[in-house]
């Protein structure tokens, strides 16, 4: 540094602004060199692992292909080339070294953020090439925990931001848990219906499910934290709340549907008066058809012995 500021000095450039001037010019060398090795992370290092992962026979990988885990991942690239120089330029004790410190913690705790989130989702996507993931979804387990996570990590930023330390944070939630407890009353709700739902196999994705009380009846297409979502035979999506599960009654018809049948029930109106005994003639005739037929000649048999 101190050579920099001699040569600009030698340059003609007054001694007062020298100092200054030199960390202008090196911090726009350090944002030239992150922005050239977050080119080299995305249009390289990612392109060539995506390679691998195409050609590999393993499937899980594809996964976090397609959710982009590995071009979020690439975005702590330019961050780490930053957070080395940035705060040894401007002095980590200086207001401006205390600002870039700040803002690179919260530039780190979103990117983490976003990757978990994109893992999670991976996550799901390969536990639903398994068979059993339709009788035990997990989808609403896994919002809970990204709830959690992204819950944490905003208090983070917001602690960053306020330059106070997190535990302390933390700390004080305790007084703000009536608020808390009816801003996510939905969420534990549906975190409660879903355990249950879960545990005691009360409801998969794919049974037929039948709730008049809010129009829905056919397939469960998903089971999420706060809402099951059910396609009725209609193509209509019926949407209901997952503590409803627990607190009002449906009819769930898993049973017919694994019993490969399905029982059938109508109303046959007769006419009394049209109701008589069978005449040799009546039984002539219906001895003709096919599907009695051999009723009728069995009977006949048996009345004659």
């Not at 080299?40 to 594809?62: E, P, Q, T, Y």
């Not at 004790?93 to 690179?104: A, H, L, M, P, V």
């Not at 799901?124 to 919002?143: E, M, N, T």
Request: proline share 3%.
């Amino acid at each position: 540094m101190q050579w920099l500021i001699d040569l600009f000095m030698e340059s003609g450039v007054p001694g007062e602004w020298a100092p200054a001037l030199v960390k202008w010019v090196a911090t726009l060398g350090v944002i030239c060199i992150s922005v050239f090795v977050n080119y080299l992370a995305k249009n390289l290092i990612v392109r060539v692992l995506h390679l691998f992962i195409r050609k590999s026979k393993i499937k899980w990988d594809d996964k976090l292909a397609q959710r982009k885990v590995l071009h979020k991942l690439s975005h702590l690239a330019p961050i780490i080339v930053l957070s080395r120089f940035l705060p040894v330029i401007w002095g980590v004790q200086s207001d401006g070294g205390k600002i870039i410190e700040s803002g690179i913690k919260i530039y780190i705790t979103v990117i983490v953020l976003m990757v978990v989130d994109s893992l999670l989702g991976a996550l799901q996507d390969i536990y639903r090439g398994f068979k059993w993931s339709k009788q035990v979804p997990i989808k609403s387990f896994l919002q809970v925990f990204k709830l959690i996570v992204f819950f944490i990590g905003g208090l983070y930023i917001v602690a960053t931001i306020m330059d106070k330390n997190p535990a302390v944070l933390f700390g004080s939630l305790g007084a703000l848990t009536a608020v808390l407890m009816l801003v996510f009353k939905d969420a534990i709700l549906g975190l409660t219906a879903g355990i249950q739902l879960t545990t005691n196999r009360m409801l998969a994705i794919g049974d037929w499910l039948e709730m008049p009380k809010y129009g829905a009846d056919g397939d469960v297409l998903e089971i999420t934290l706060t809402t099951v979502k059910v396609q009725n035979w209609d193509n209509t999506i019926t949407t209901i709340p997952t503590y409803a599960l627990i607190s009002d009654a449906f009819k769930n018809w898993r049973g017919m549907t694994e019993s490969d049948g399905r029982r059938i029930k109508r109303s046959l109106y007769l006419d009394i008066s049209t109701i008589r005994f069978c005449d040799e003639e009546m039984l002539e005739r219906f001895s003709k058809i096919q599907f009695i037929k051999e009723y009728i000649d069995q009977t006949k048999q048996e009345l004659k012995t």
